[in-house]
């Protein structure tokens, strides 16, 4: 049999995987081109050493600071913004996430005819355009400093987030379950209740505890612009080089992101 | 009771899935659609209900024309339509029993859905008919732990609790072992047969068909080219239907497998 098939066929050629671009020589002179724009680039970083010597003895002064936070000399400041902080985020998740619902059912394609879907994706791409820290300083100008801006950029931001992926979520489900409801007659509402959001309830859940999480360290960044909560505590701490104090405020909020990843988890593993 | 007129169905600007198709089933008939992959059968059965919105032609339903019916009309005479599927499509993160109180949703309100409050009628009808499905044990159980036999008894359940008068199967036994296929259609029948509904039952199973069905019909290309009783499918008309092949040696296979299942 083995001798049989090598005799009577010719050897097979050797084989190696397809270039991903077949020409060599725009193959290797690109390779060459890129070669060169990143020399070059490297080339027009200028180093400070002198700022770079200063630095690193300020970071050492900063992991100095770490190694003795201190909690106690500004504790009403670090306690308000820390409460002002969880606040905001709790009122952000909660708003985006109920505003978010909606317009990722009207974002899903399987579900809505196609001016709703148009609007609500509309809507999802202005929420995902800007980055947080504009929006809040766009929501500083409209409202004034404060906790406020921060509430209303993190609960925009949350839509953005939340409203998309539930959306892709929902296109993603059987679609069989979907017109079996249908088929008994149900209506959009109750097809909905009754079929989607039981299907993605588990990573609905999962994707807004992942959004309080993002919440609660955006509410740390966007405090830096005026938007109120710790990160407002925090910039205050760092431009008087009370690196203690700014030590025990990033330890604190290391601390409350690990206990929102614990908390989650233990949420995400009960719903399954 | 059921009455299809030149109905034809195009997806697309080319694909045309159904040819005129004219077909008229009274109530009690059970009715085997079966033909080759692509034929038309799922097609036709969705249209039906309008899980597929017929291009032209009309259907009707008593005295009703189905094709012509504005929304909030059409979901009350799909309640009178029940629908059994190959992949079962339960909910699969609901219990048994939500499951088949789904059956009902086109009768009580938004909050009575969302609540799970149906009315004591319903809740024991529902019960009655877990019974008869043989599941009365599993009314807790949540579908995605079920097999695959279990969860085509929770959907006959389902489409048995809205009442109909016209039952649509698409391939209820296409995933099942032969023995399971079996009681499945039995199942459906039976019941079929105690309430004198109509049914057209698509299936690739064609012995499966003949034992079962008073009538079948064959689909080619989304034509009818067989009509007529489980008896006059000779190997002749399988050519008809599904293009040359060696029938006697597939019925010899099938009769094998019979015995297996009997022994
Ligand atoms: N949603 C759709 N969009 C476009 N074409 C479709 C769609 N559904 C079905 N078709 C096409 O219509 C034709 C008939 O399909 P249909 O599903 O009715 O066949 P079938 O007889 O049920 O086949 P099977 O036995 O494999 O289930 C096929 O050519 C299929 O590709
Ligand atoms: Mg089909």
Not at chain 1, 194 to 218: H, K, S
Not at chain 2, 66 to 81: C, G, H, Q, S
Request: hydrophobic share 50%; proline share 6%.
């Amino acid at each position: 049999m083995k001798a049989n098939t090598s005799a009577s066929h010719p050897p097979y050629p050797r084989w190696s995987p397809p270039p991903l671009i077949a020409n060599p020589l725009l193959r290797w002179g690109a390779l060459l081109l890129g070669g060169l724009y990143l020399l070059a680039a490297f080339s027009t970083l200028e180093i400070n050493w002198e700022r770079v010597t200063a630095g690193i003895s300020r970071s050492l002064q900063v992991f100095v600071g770490f190694l003795q936070p201190d909690f106690a000399s500004r504790w009403w400041e670090i306690q308000n913004g820390v409460l002002e902080s969880l606040t905001m985020t709790v009122v952000a998740t909660v708003v985006g996430t109920a505003l978010s619902i909606p317009i990722g059912l009207g974002a899903a394609r399987t579900l809505v005819p196609l001016p709703v879907y148009l609007l609500c994706r509309g809507m999802i791409a202005l929420a995902r355009t800007f980055q947080e820290v504009i929006i809040a300083i766009f929501f500083v100008v409209l409202v004034g400093f404060g906790p406020l801006a921060g509430v209303l950029t993190l609960s925009f931001a949350s839509i953005g987030f939340l409203a998309k992926l539930l959306a892709e979520e929902i296109e993603a489900i059987q679609p069989v379950p979907l017109e079996a409801i249908r088929a008994t007659g149900a209506s959009w509402l109750q097809l909905v209740t009754y079929a989607v959001l039981p299907q993605v309830l588990p990573r609905l859940v999962g994707l807004i505890t992942y959004r309080f999480d993002i919440n609660l360290r955006e509410s740390a960044i966007v405090g830096v612009v005026g938007a109120g909560g710790i990160g407002a505590t925090l910039q205050t701490a760092f431009s008087r080089y009370d690196f203690d104090v700014a030590a025990a405020i990033l330890l604190i909020i290391i601390g409350l992101v690990w206990a929102t990843e614990v908390g989650a988890g233990a949420i995400r593993r009960r719903i399954q | 009771m059921l009455r299809l007129e030149n109905v034809t169905k195009q997806y697309g600007s080319r694909l045309q899935a159904l040819h005129p198709i004219s077909l008229e089933v009274p109530a009690g008939q059970v009715l085997a659609l079966i033909g080759a992959s692509g034929a038309g059968k799922s097609t036709l059965i969705r249209c039906i209900n309008r899980l597929v919105e017929p291009t032209t032609g009309q259907i009707w339903l008593h005295q009703q024309e189905i094709t012509r019916l504005p929304p909030k009309a059409l979901r009350r005479v799909r309640r009178k339509i029940g629908m059994i599927f190959q992949e079962y499509a339960l909910i699969e993160r609901l219990t048994v029993m939500e499951n088949v109180l789904s059956g009902q949703l086109g009768s009580v309100n938004f909050w009575q859905s969302w609540l799970r409050r149906f009315p004591p009628a319903t809740i024991t009808a529902a019960f009655e008919l877990l019974e008869r499905v043989g599941l009365p044990e599993l009314v807790d159980r949540r579908a995605d732990t079920l097999s695959g036999g279990q969860r085509q008894r929770v959907g006959i359940a389902r489409a048995l609790l809205q009442n109909p008068n016209l039952l649509l199967v698409d391939e209820p036994t296409a995933s099942l072992d032969p023995k399971t296929a079996r009681q499945i259609m039995r199942l459906i029948t039976e019941l079929a047969e105690e309430r004198g509904l109509a049914v057209i039952i698509n299936i690739h199973d064609v012995p499966l068909a003949q034992m079962f069905a008073q009538r079948i019909v064959g689909l080619k290309a989304g034509q009818i080219v067989y009509d007529g009783t489980p008896q006059g499918l000779t190997p002749n008309e399988l050519t008809q239907i599904y293009g040359e092949e060696d029938w006697s040696h597939a019925r010899d296979s099938e009769s094998e497998t019979k015995v297996a299942v009997d022994a």
